[in-house]
């Protein structure tokens, strides 16, 4: 059956299913872009159209679920992209069995993370089959699956792991409570899980890799810590031989009523399995702006985090956290903590404080610095230090929102800053309507080939709920572009100048 | 020109058809930041049951939540419960109980890092607000946050809750 038929089918069964008693409930998504790519000429307009129709259809203890989703740009290479996925799952305790495309994380993710990050258009799915059973406390996972990553970067959406790899796994884990029953909450976490791949796209002899993991987590009343670690072991991609790595990431944190306090420390060596741009696993980087190195081959690093609203009027959020590569003639004291010229990493540092001077009134300043060494390539180091302001008000039927701030970039090659102002009005549950403009003074030599030689994006946005189940917005103008990063995954994203439509809808 | 007329009709058919219609909420369990294990069937039987879909890179999200603080004492009293949903990924899991705790939320806080909760409930936008009666219906919805969409928020449970108690003189 063709795609398009599969669809109509889809949509004949639900007009069906309307008069029986199943529920149908769903989401859409349609985005229209019309644009001018600015390091060709002016006249070059290009046009994208992208939708995605979810559906869903549930009867008692059975789910069916669909996913319609193409991507038509204007220009012939490289063509549309469109998909139909599918889940039919059927769930009652203490089992569940779902055939079709899902998403799974074992642990924290470091021995598999198959994710969608809907925001930044990172779709990591597997197709097969996943049962979970729930007894006493546990959980057990058994997995069969064929991955596949579609990913959007310059301007357009591919599917990076095309494959007919195949993915089997076991996640199991337990929780303990306390058997006499204490004021104090306390929860004890232990889990161990098993990935297997046979790589069969891989033409050298028996192409496998295995990941074995285990995790240990506490919760004590404000306390709480967990840890996990992952081993790999298989063969090399492309060239045969043995590979071997682990992984290990601990976090613990305190959290009382105005305060909270957490500190997160990573080490992969070997740990990241996947291809090319691309990763099964996806072990987590410290780093919240979701800058990683190289994504669990060869990190170390640490995060801490403190959050505190010491007054009712005011509260504080604190950031530091730092990755990088191994440096073997370092002490591992000295790889978590420092960045020297032989390694390539991230240093992130934030600070953020929020005030009220009254209840409808809020300030927020802060400061954001990055460095970065060895990611931006052909820049070898770059330090951007940006410090901020906003101030919103809300006068009962409209509020107002005004923000500044200003990027100081330095890098071993040049130096120059973007400056950017923003203004926001709206009425709620109606619209909102907001005007930004963002300016470069310069741009530097490396960057003109990226990113082109314009140093002026002004952009009007209107934000507007057609009922409490539509919201159109409407951009107009230009964006700058430039590397973005979510959850260790980074693009670099092609500056715009046109329109940009897109509709939400609930059903 | 077909496909953005599909796009645009489609959609606005499928919704306008039922606009206002109340929608089955999905069962769920999630685990909260506490590590206990929170389930629709067993708060809907307490009273109606609020949701915030929220991330800690949300920043209106968190404004939402901000918002409803001076009313979660009065929820407490009409046995309403409102869950603040997290969506951050595994690796913020770590941070999601300390800046809960330290803006003094007396919301239920609890983990999605798959996002399960978020296809089960087609959620499009961060962040979005959804109200379920004890009926299990979900009777509101509403994408993104504006300061001063609280109060319709607050509308909403108090009509509903008066609703309720005309129902309950009636029978």
């Known amino acids: 059956m063709g795609l398009k038929s599969k669809f109509l089918f889809a949509l004949i069964l639900t007009s069906f299913s309307i008069a029986a008693d199943i529920g149908i409930s769903g989401a859409n998504c349609a985005e229209y872009w019309v644009f001018v790519d600015s390091r060709l000429d002016s006249l070059n307009y290009k046009e994208h159209l992208t939708e995605k129709l979810k559906l869903s259809l549930s009867y008692k203890d059975l789910t069916l679920k669909g996913i319609f989703f193409f991507w038509d740009p204007s220009v012939a290479v490289p063509g549309e992209l469109q998909y139909l996925d599918y889940t039919a799952q059927y769930k009652r305790d203490p089992v569940s069995i779902l055939y079709g495309t899902y998403y799974t994380t074992f642990g924290r993710g470091l021995c598999l993370n198959q994710f ?40 357009t959406y591919s599917i990076k792991n095309d494959t007919t790899d195949q993915i089997r796994g076991a996640d199991f884990e337990m929780k303990w409570y306390p058997i006499f029953a204490t004021e104090t909450n306390i929860v004890t976490t232990i889990g161990g899980r098993y990935v297997r791949v046979n790589r069969v796209t891989d033409l050298t002899p028996k192409a496998f890799t295995e990941l074995f993991g285990g995790n240990i987590g506490f919760k004590i009343g404000p306390w709480d810590s967990y840890f996990e670690y992952g ?52 072990p987590p980087t410290p780093i919240k702006s979701g800058i990683s190195v ?98 919103s008000c809300d006068f009962g039927s409209f509020f107002v929102d005004v923000g500044y701030e200003h990027t100081f970039v330095s890098s071993d090659t040049s130096d120059y800053y973007d400056h950017a102002a923003s203004f926001s009005i ?82 | 020109m077909r496909k953005f007329v599909l796009i645009i009709m489609l959609p606005m058919l499928l919704v306008l058809a039922d606009e206002g219609e109340a929608i089955d909420a999905p069962d769920f369990a999630l685990e909260d930041v506490d590590g206990n294990t929170v389930c629709l069937d067993s708060l809907i039987q307490k009273g109606p049951v609020l949701m915030s879909f929220w991330a800690l890179w949300c920043k209106m999200c968190i404004k939402e939540l901000d918002a409803l603080k001076p009313y979660a004492n009065e929820f407490d009293s009409l046995n309403i419960t409102l869950l603040a949903i997290s969506q951050d990924k595994t690796r913020a899991v770590p941070k999601v109980k300390p800046f809960a705790m330290s803006h003094k939320w007396k919301y239920d806080v609890v983990l999605d890092p798959e996002n399960t909760m978020r296809d089960l409930y087609h959620v499009q936008a961060m962040p979005t607000f959804f109200i379920i009666d004890q009926n299990k219906k979900i009777i509101f919805t509403h994408q993104g946050y504006k300061p001063g969409d609280e109060e319709i928020i607050i509308s909403m449970v108090r009509e509903l809750l008066a609703k309720g108690e005309e129902d309950g003189s009636e029978e």
């Open chain 1, 426 to 507: 709206g009425k709620p549950e109606l619209l909102v309507l907001s005007l930004r403009y963002e300016r470069r003074n310069r741009v530097p030599g490396w960057l003109i080939t990226k990113l082109g030689e314009e140093t002026g994006w002004p952009m009007a946005e209107l934000s507007l709920d057609i009922t409490r189940r539509h919201n159109l917005r409407i951009r107009v103008g230009g964006e700058k572009g430039g590397l973005i990063c979510s959850g260790g995954v980074c693009r670099f994203e092609e500056p715009f100048r046109g329109v940009k439509m897109v509709l939400t809808s609930i059903f």
């Open chain 1, 116 to 155: 969608l990050d809907e925001d930044f258009n990172n779709d990591n799915s597997l197709y097969g089959l996943k049962t979970d059973f729930r007894f006493l406390n546990s959980r057990l996972t058994l997995l069969t699956g064929t991955p596949r990553n579609i990913f959007f970067e310059e301007l």
């Open chain 1, 294 to 391: 190289n994504r669990g081959i060869d990190e170390i690093g640490y995060g801490v985090s403190l959050v505190a609203s010491p007054f009712d009027f005011a509260s504080v959020e604190i950031d530091n956290n730092k990755v990088s590569t191994h440096d073997e003639a370092l002490s591992e004291f000295e790889q978590i903590l420092k960045i020297n010229d032989r390694m390539d990493g991230v240093l992130e540092q934030t600070i953020k404080i929020i005030t009220h001077p009254t209840f409808d009134f809020e300030i927020t300043v802060g400061l954001d610095k990055l460095t970065k060494q060895g990611i931006e390539l052909p820049i070898e180091k770059k330090t951007e230090t940006k410090p901020y302001a906003d101030l």
């Open chain 1, 231 to 282: 081993r790999q072991w298989g063969t090399k991609p492309l060239v045969g031989g043995r590979l071997k790595g682990e992984g290990m990431l601990v976090t613990t944190g305190l959290a009382f009523p105005g305060f909270g306090f957490s500190v997160q420390y990573i080490d992969y060596d070997n740990m990241g399995f996947g291809g090319p741009g691309y990763r099964y696993n996806e």
